[in-house]
């Protein structure tokens, strides 16, 4: 069973622009989750006394991380766009994968935690919860929109190659020919 192929994206426009539209959020997002995370990382971390919490700093570390990694692979997606380059789109599809599905794990996971908690409303966690399941929802749906991109560039440039495949053979003409 493989991923799910469309045609168009969103219904009404192409799957290139589509794709353009998806590496462009991907990297303003990525870009303002990192400058966020880095901000945290410096000033998050101190506590009350001043004492630096290192779970707080790790945590801020790998997010910081994972999100310039982020931004790297949606500007590969931007390129591979527009220069129609099938395998530069895998990084982001596989990145935003592994995301999703780690964010629809601790989606789950909290909601769990939620319908568990007696006797408290927790409405903040509640609607963390509700636009993080969301978020991942339309990434399942971008990482569709990306794949069928790269099927369809893989796809053109098979139709390319092989159309190139059928010339007429022309012989090269030697000096024996001139006789």
Request: include cysteine; glycine fraction near 6%; aromatic fraction near 10%.
């Amino acid at each position: 069973m493989g991923v799910p192929m469309v045609k168009t994206c969103c219904y009404c426009g192409s799957l290139h622009i589509g794709t353009l539209i998806i590496g462009y959020f991907y990297s303003f997002w990525a870009l303002l989750e990192l400058a966020a995370y880095s901000l945290l990382v410096t000033l998050a971390p101190l506590s009350e006394n001043g004492v630096v919490s290192i779970h707080k700093y790790v945590l801020y570390i790998v997010a910081a991380v994972v999100n310039g990694i982020q931004f790297l692979f949606s500007v590969l997606l931007v390129v591979a766009a527009y220069k129609k380059l099938s395998y530069l789109t895998l990084p982001w599809t596989i990145l935003t994968g592994i995301l999703t599905a780690l964010v629809f794990m601790i989606s789950l996971t909290g909601l769990s935690l939620i319908l568990q908690d007696t006797g408290e409303l927790l409405e903040i966690e509640t609607a963390v919860i509700a636009v993080h399941f969301a978020r991942a929802c339309i990434s399942v749906y971008c990482i569709i929109v990306v794949h069928s991109r790269h099927k369809q560039i893989m796809l053109e440039k098979d139709e390319e190659r092989f159309l190139n495949s059928g010339r007429v053979y022309k012989p090269i003409k030697t000096s024996e020919d001139n006789n």
